[in-house]
T-cell receptor, first 115, second 114 residues
Framework: KQEVTQIPAALSVPEGENLVLNCSFTDSAIYNLQWFRQDPGKGLTSLLLIQSSQREQTSGRLNASLDKSSGRSTLYIAASQPGDSATYLCAVRRVGSDSWGKLQFGAGTQVVVTP | DTEVTQTPKHLVMGMTNKKSLKCEQHMGHRAMYWYKQKAKKPPELMFVYSYEKLSINESVPSRFSPECPNSSLLNLHLHALQPEDSALYLC?????????????FGPGTRLLVL
């Protein structure tokens, strides 16, 4: 059974510092891993999707890496801003005929960037 | 346009009421999803529709009844809900139910069952 863990559960940093968010998963048989952002009471915004064959993806200040063999992904946010305050969730797409379309989410890391 | 819309934004209903949640996308996506999210928890998959046919039902109670009338619309019919069903209901869509697709989420409907 796939378990997805995000540590830490909460993180507070001063503005300008780089953010490092971790995601680990127990079963390396995945198609891809997706990082999302969620503001309080709102829906999820897709940030980056990394296919299982890829090592990293970049978009602006965001960079996500994937090490499938060790079951880890890291999301880096450079030069954090107060507007980056949100909960960040990672989700994996498992391999298996019973899991098509199904994302397995971590519990998220709640980030606060202080001015 | 990568937008998934959901109506209503908020819904309060009694346990004897019947209500419906609506989700719409115009990206030409052929897979649509319903998720349930309790406070401070990750989303949990409820249903997946692929090409307007129910593909996955994650053992959801029958008081939740999904419907996909066409490729752009997804409904969730609610009847005789319980207070513990209060949650944020999220709709998502993707190009299809394939392996490498990004899922795009709507803003959600905040449901309170009294």
């Amino acid at each position: 059974k796939q378990e997805v863990t995000q540590i830490p559960a909460a993180l507070s940093v001063p503005e300008g510092e780089n953010l490092v968010l971790n995601c680990s998963f127990t079963d390396s048989a995945i198609y891809n891993l997706q990082w999302f952002r969620q503001d309080p009471g709102k829906g999820l915004t897709s940030l980056l999707l990394i296919q299982s064959s890829q090592r990293e993806q970049t978009s602006g200040r965001l960079n996500a890496s994937l090490d499938k063999s060790s079951g880890r992904s890291t999301l880096y946010i450079a030069a954090s801003q107060p507007g980056d305050s949100a909960t960040y969730l990672c989700a994996v797409r498992r391999v298996g005929s019973d899991s098509w379309g199904k994302l397995q989410f971590g519990a998220g890391t709640q980030v606060v960037v202080t001015p | 346009d990568t937008e998934v819309t959901q109506t209503p934004k908020h819904l309060v209903m009694g346990m004897t009421n019947k209500k419906s949640l609506k989700c719409e996308q115009h990206m030409g996506h052929r897979a649509m999803y319903w998720y349930k999210q309790k406070a401070k928890k990750p989303p949990e998959l409820m249903f997946v529709y692929s090409y307007e046919k129910l593909s996955i039902n994650e053992s959801v109670p029958s008081r939740f009844s999904p419907e996909c009338p066409n490729s752009s619309l997804l409904n969730l019919h609610l009847h005789a809900l319980q207070p513990e069903d209060s949650a944020l209901y999220l709709c998502a869509s993707s190009q299809d139910q394939g392996r490498g697709e990004t899922q795009y989420f709507g803003p959600g409907t905040r449901l309170l069952v009294l």
